[in-house]
């Protein structure tokens, strides 16, 4: 199957800093999801992003599907942005997979 | 309020003592899955379902059932719990089957709150 790696697995970023998390997976793919899991263990979807930039707020993504690679990043963090960050995607017809995730601590 | 409820939302068992983890969604969302959530594992996928009275395994599906009577619930029953199913679950609706709808945005997962389950 698809494999979906994310790097980095752990951040430490200050409040008010910059961040990139990169997700890498290995086939093309119709559907690529980001989702942050907050500490109380809540799955919200940031993006749908297949393909292309989109931007809410502090948070932008970039999918560059045909190097097969998508971007997210953070600016001037803050603390409720703590959390895990999971990058999804779709292969053809088949089902979501996960990446193992990246875990975002963010201090004040 | 459009929602995945999933219930109970903790639970304490013993080995082998049946149970199951409701999950119901007011979306009309035809595709419906379960995922276990597990330290440095990530999200994996137990089972999925289609439609009504369509299911299939995922990526670790031992030890589980499922069903689709209705297309609003999708319970997932652990017929014998071993500890090895010690975990937190997440019941997820989207509003198509995988591969259709991409091009609308149509397909954006939605999450329940997630039930912990330990077996002990």
């Known amino acids: 199957g698809i494999q979906v790696e994310q790097s980095p697995p752990d951040l430490i970023l200050q409040e008010g800093a910059n961040s990139t998390l990169r997700c890498n997976f290995s086939?093309?793919?119709?559907?690529l999801q980001w989702f942050h899991q907050n500490p109380w263990g809540q799955l919200i979807n940031l993006f749908y992003?297949?393909?292309g930039t989109k931007q809410n707020g502090r948070l932008s993504a970039t999918t560059v599907a045909t190097e097969r690679y998508s971007l997210l990043y953070i600016s001037s963090s803050q603390t409720t942005d703590s959390g895990v960050y999971f990058c999804?995607?779709?292969?053809?017809?088949?089902?979501?997979?996960f990446g193992k995730g990246t875990m975002l601590l963010v201090s004040p | 309020e459009a929602q995945v409820t999933q219930n109970p939302r903790y639970l304490i068992t013993v080995t082998g003592k049946k149970l199951t983890v409701t999950c119901s969604q007011n979306?009309?969302?035809?595709?419906m899955s379960w995922y276990r959530q597990d330290p440095g594992l990530g999200l994996r996928q137990i089972y999925y379902?289609?439609?009504?009275?369509?299911?299939d395994k995922g990526d670790v599906p031992e030890g589980y059932k499922v069903s689709r009577k209705e297309k609003r619930n999708f319970p997932l029953i652990l017929e014998s719990p071993s500890p090895n199913q010690t975990s937190l679950y997440f019941c997820?609706?989207?509003?198509?089957?995988?591969?259709?709808?991409?091009?609308?945005?149509?397909?954006?997962?939605?999450f329940g709150a997630g039930s912990r389950l330990t077996v002990l």
């Open positions: 992003i297949p393909s």
């Open positions: 999804a995607v779709e292969p053809g017809y088949s089902t979501l997979t």
């Open positions: 086939d093309s793919v119709n559907n």
């Open positions: 379902s289609m439609n009504v009275e369509v299911t």
């Open positions: 997820a609706s989207n509003p198509n089957r995988p591969g259709t709808g991409w091009a609308s945005g149509a397909n954006v997962l939605t």
């Open positions: 979306m009309n969302h035809e595709y």
